[in-house]
């Protein structure tokens, strides 16, 4: 029977939580790494019991891990990340420029194709790759020299690339996210980099519409649609349907669409997943329910999903990494709150349990479908 | 023999116990000190000083015979209780944050 494993980031360590196809009965390891902040855990797609984890502190900076065995074992990596050449400036909250520095990895993407390559997400945001299983790591210096790094600016969780999209059926294009730069496009396994945010409206920045600057927070993408993406925007959902050059605005009869997560049904391309948060000011769901939303629709007609989540007195929020989607036949979905609660959803979302309610605030969940 | 205390999370990182005793070659200065620190436990590097500046992380401190000397000069040379291992160099994470 096919199983389950989760891995679960906190602000105080890693867990892994596991449990066969009927996703009832669990169990907890963990916490690897206690007292150091988990931003991302992440297994391989080629080998799933190679997993990468970026843990850090502020006492002693940024480290990398990787196991072989599924999360039983680690192993710390290079966690030296070093901009290529001179890292330039970008504009700071107050309108001046300040020099990117090197903050923490937000992000992990292993290879679709290549086993011992990684991508990495960062705060100053640039990319990384490691072509040698996480031994060593280089700058793809194309997406932070692109011409527009002056105008990136940091969100309130800082400059972060936090997202990165791989094209399953085309190796050399991929996309990112960046808060508050937008999102980027490359064909060309990240030599090269386009914006792709027309389309995006974002009122709380001087124009608009500009082509840099937006605060995007996730985008998803099916596995068999790559030219179709999802984003949740900090305001605004958003879908484009040519690869990002161009977006159209899928709130429709949301509640509110500030939000960070968004995720897409592993088995229907036009069913996706968002969880509304009342404001940018007001980090927790709108009247203290907690409830996810689907469009079978491909957005703009939403329903909300409440079965067994909490209806009275929710005051959590939902961060950016913290929802993943199992490929099971009843696709499962998970979501983490920063009050320390994984939800599991076996049934697509029609209903909802607990897997943990007591885990420091979760900052990632990812989900691998085993054999 | 140079003793060195290490904070806790840098024992569990390094798979050390409490202490670790480095054996030097030439002047012993906190540099060196470091210097064998990271090459004998790789995993260490960048946790204590930045690996590109090589300048302490603002939240850790070294300590050398109950005197902080985490802005004297790397290069400086540590007192002879720390050289002859009578007392360790202590490296301690500062009691800060709690924001999270």
Known sequence: MSKVRVLVGTRKGAFVLTADGKRQKWEVSGPFFGGFELYHVKGSPIDPDRLYASQCSGWHGQLMQRSDDGGKTWTPMDNKFVYDGVPGTHQWYDGTQRPWEFKRVWHLEPSLTELDTIYAGVEDAAMFRSTDGGASWQELPGLRGHGSGPKWQPGAGGMCLHTIVQDPENASRMYVAISAAGAFRTTDAGQTWTPINKGLMSKYIPDPTAEVGHCVHRIAMHRSRPNVLFMQKHWDVMRTDNAGDSWERISGNLPTDFGFVIDVHAHEPETVYVVPIKSDGEHYPLDGKLRVYRSRTGGNEWEELTKGLPQSDCYVNVLREAMAIDSLDSCGVYFGTTGGQVYCSPDAGDSWSPIVRDLPAVLSVEVQTLP | ?100
């Open chain 2, 1 to 100: 023999m140079i003793r060195v205390l290490l904070p806790a999370h840098l024992r569990n990182l390094a798979g050390t116990g409490n202490e670790v005793q480095l054996t030097l070659e030439g002047p012993a200065t906190l540099r060196a000190v470091l210097d064998v620190l990271e090459s004998t436990y790789p995993m260490l590097r960048g946790t204590i000083r930045d690996h590109v500046t090589q300048e302490r992380r603002p939240f850790l401190r070294f300590f050398a015979c109950s005197e902080d000397i985490s802005h004297d000069s790397a290069d400086a040379p540590l007192p002879e209780a720390v050289v002859s291992g009578k007392e360790p160099l202590l490296i301690i994470g500062a009691i800060a944050g709690g924001c999270r």
